[in-house]
């Protein structure tokens, strides 16, 4: 296999499942948030990487509709990071020329992390670089059950007809619309699934699992899944 970087082809968009930060913390004998807070340091080396690397489109799964499970604590310092880190993200958007995007159910957070959001999306849309991508309170079947809710509701009002409806029209109604689907989906830290991830938008997306947990996460790693990518023949359901 050729590592050498010139010599493949970019994946236009990226998705990864940054996994394995509360067990590279344990790992360590350190709290699970500090895992969390190197994996948010990790993922800022990670837009930069990309961007450099002629990535156009880079979406992360950062909190899943099932990650309010876990224990208070534990969320409550996540929504700390959260707010934290939005600031940081925004210093980092701007000097690498990135657009900010968020995915997902808004509703369940504080107003200040909504106005937060709302800032980096603001601030950045501006940008022409990579368009980073940050899943919160985001699971794929929630996203499927709220456009499916939201189709109905045209469909109430007259303004779509059930005939009209097809895959182009329903993905119109996704939080993905105006993003084209991943090419490559990355995750981190060995687990083979996809736990509630983009479940639509990775119909023909080519899969990679890395061992190394996100915090250790790296352009050498990236490079692998690059190179693994590139090894592959996409046929999208056709004979080549």
Not at 87 to 111: E, Y
Not at 133 to 148: P, Q, S
Request: hydrophobic share 35%.
């Amino acid at each position: 296999m050729n590592n050498k970087i010139q010599d493949m082809v970019i994946p236009e968009h990226v998705a990864i499942i940054l996994d394995g930060n509360g067990r590279w913390a344990k790992k360590r004998g350190l709290p699970r948030s500090l895992g969390h807070k190197e994996g948010c340091v990790t993922l800022e080396k990670t837009v930069e990487d990309s961007a450099r690397l002629g990535i156009k489109y880079l979406t992360v799964y950062g909190f899943s509709t099932e990650n309010w499970k876990r224990s208070s604590d534990e969320v409550g310092a996540l929504m700390q990071l959260f707010r934290y880190y939005m600031v940081r993200l925004l210093k980092v958007a701007k000097a690498n020329n990135v657009r900010v995007s968020m995915i997902g159910d808004q509703q369940r957070f504080d107003r200040d992390i909504v106005e937060g959001i709302n800032k980096l999306e603001q601030e950045t849309k501006e940008n022409t670089g990579l368009t980073l991508v940050i899943a919160v309170n985001y699971g794929g079947r929630d996203e499927i059950v709220r456009a499916t809710r939201n189709i109905m509701k045209d469909v109430k009002e007259g303004n779509v007809l059930p005939e009209e409806m097809d895959e182009m029209m329903f993905q119109s109604y996704l939080d993905t619309a105006k993003i084209p689907d991943p090419d490559l989906l990355i995750r981190t830290s060995g687990e083979l699934r996809l736990s509630n991830y983009l479940l639509w938008q990775l119909a023909y997306t080519e899969l990679y699992v890395t061992d190394c947990y996100w915090p250790d996460f790296n352009i050498d790693e990236m490079k692998k899944a690059i190179a693994a990518y590139n090894s592959r023949e996409r046929r999208f359901g056709g004979v080549k």
